[in-house]
């Protein structure tokens, strides 16, 4: 549904305000919600709040995502993305150690689970997560890679004029669902991915949200990826200084801090002992609580439905007949 926008920030690079845009107009021409558009693609609706309000840049796996789902000018898209990558690439001065943040939850939102029974103990005093910004690595590149395939298939005779109109936007097609739904391969396995970002490592792309509970108004997620067998705290309608704090039962445990903006997430702590447990408690100015406990993770995810569909099987290329 077509809405009044707020206005875009100043210091975004043209790209990514152009972007930003055209993402607004594809929204507002197929007249559906951020809830609605978040369900479609398997991603948070704060996400894409945050991406069509011009806070963050989309990731290549979420445009691919829009791509497969909804009728769109795709290589407009695309090379836009691509652009407004490399002005934010260019803005970045490089350091030996680069800093990243963490304020996109590339997550599902799905219904909240009834959460077990929260002990009656206090929860543990959130230790800050560094702010981290997901870096442009390998794992875009193979993304850019599938959506610039998506594209060329989905552009058709017709191609695309840049306008989000629903008469002229070209169809979907099975190679941009593919594209979508096949995920690049996680960098990182257990303890591996301890204390690293969930989307840098491709984590995020399988993820389930094992379980959710609220601190008042603000929702705390328990979030997990059976590919890479790691677990991270999520946190949305909060507040600047809410914070989500996962814990697990070896005693690791990570902080989802809001900065600013009204949602974030942690980097990972590794799930992968059978035995391990997970629980998320949240701190804000309101008052304390923790989800319940969540036992045996792997088990609980495989019970969920999975963010990612079978991408179809391959169509057989049929043998010629020999001339006689």
């Given at each position: 549904?077509s809405q009044?926008w707020k206005?875009?920030?100043?210091?975004?690079?043209e790209p990514?305000r152009?972007?930003?845009e055209?993402?607004?107009?594809?929204?507002d021409?197929?007249?559906i919600s951020?809830?609605?558009?978040?369900?479609?693609t398997?991603l948070?609706?704060?996400?894409?709040?945050?991406?069509l309000?011009g806070?963050?840049l989309?990731?290549?796996?979420?445009?691919?995502?829009?791509?497969a789902?909804?009728e769109?000018?795709?290589d407009?898209?695309t090379s836009?993305?691509?652009?407004?990558e490399?002005?934010?690439?260019a803005h970045?001065?490089?350091s030996?150690?680069?800093?990243?943040?963490?304020?996109?939850?590339?997550s599902?939102?799905?219904?909240p689970?009834?959460?077990?029974?929260?002990?009656?103990?206090?929860?543990?005093?959130p230790?800050?997560?560094?702010?981290?910004?997901?870096?442009a690595g390998?794992?875009?590149?193979?993304a850019?890679?599938l959506?610039?395939?998506a594209?060329?298939?989905?552009?058709?005779?017709?191609?695309?004029?840049?306008t989000?109109?629903?008469?002229t936007?070209?169809?979907?097609t099975a190679a941009?669902t593919a594209?979508?739904?096949?995920?690049?391969a996680?960098?990182?396995?257990g303890?591996?991915?301890?204390?690293?970002?969930p989307?840098?490592?491709?984590?995020?792309?399988d993820?389930?949200?094992l379980?959710?509970g609220?601190?008042?108004?603000?929702v705390l997620?328990?979030?997990?990826?059976?590919?890479?067998?790691?677990?991270w705290?999520?946190?949305?309608?909060?507040?600047?200084?809410d914070s989500?704090?996962?814990t697990t039962?070896?005693?690791s445990?990570?902080?989802?801090?809001?900065?600013?903006g009204y949602?974030?997430?942690?980097v990972?702590?590794d799930a992968?002992?059978?035995d391990?447990?997970l629980?998320v408690?949240?701190?804000?100015?309101?008052?304390?609580?923790?989800?319940?406990?969540?036992?045996?993770p792997?088990a609980?995810?495989?019970?969920?439905p999975?963010?990612l569909?079978?991408a179809?099987?391959?169509?057989?290329?049929?043998t010629?007949?020999?001339?006689?």
């Amino acid at each position: 549904m077509s809405q009044s926008w707020k206005p875009l920030p100043d210091d975004l690079s043209e790209p990514a305000r152009r972007l930003a845009e055209e993402l607004r107009a594809v929204k507002d021409a197929h007249r559906i919600s951020l809830a609605e558009l978040g369900k479609r693609t398997y991603l948070s609706k704060a996400s894409w709040e945050r991406w069509l309000n011009g806070k963050r840049l989309i990731t290549p796996q979420a445009l691919a995502g829009l791509i497969a789902t909804v009728e769109c000018d795709a290589d407009l898209l695309t090379s836009l993305l691509r652009k407004a990558e490399a002005a934010r690439d260019a803005h970045e001065a490089p350091s030996s150690e680069a800093t990243h943040d963490t304020d996109e939850a590339l997550s599902p939102a799905p219904a909240p689970a009834a959460p077990a029974e929260a002990p009656d103990a206090a929860p543990a005093s959130p230790r800050p997560a560094p702010w981290r910004r997901p870096a442009a690595g390998v794992g875009a590149a193979v993304a850019a890679v599938l959506i610039l395939f998506a594209a060329l298939y989905l552009r058709g005779p017709h191609g695309g004029n840049g306008t989000a109109s629903a008469a002229t936007l070209p169809p979907k097609t099975a190679a941009a669902t593919a594209a979508a739904t096949a995920g690049p391969a996680p960098l990182c396995e257990g303890v591996g991915c301890a204390g690293k970002d969930p989307q840098d490592m491709r984590c995020d792309v399988d993820q389930r949200t094992l379980l959710t509970g609220n601190v008042g108004k603000v929702v705390l997620y328990v979030h997990y990826s059976p590919r890479c067998r790691a677990a991270w705290s999520g946190i949305t309608d909060g507040s600047p200084g809410d914070s989500a704090t996962i814990t697990t039962n070896h005693g690791s445990q990570e902080t989802a801090l809001i900065h600013w903006g009204y949602d974030n997430y942690s980097v990972m702590v590794d799930a992968s002992p059978g035995d391990t447990t997970l629980q998320v408690c949240g701190h804000q100015k309101e008052g304390d609580n923790c989800t319940g406990v969540v036992t045996d993770p792997a088990a609980r995810a495989s019970a969920l439905p999975s963010p990612l569909p079978p991408a179809a099987a391959p169509t057989p290329t049929p043998t010629p007949t020999p001339t006689l």
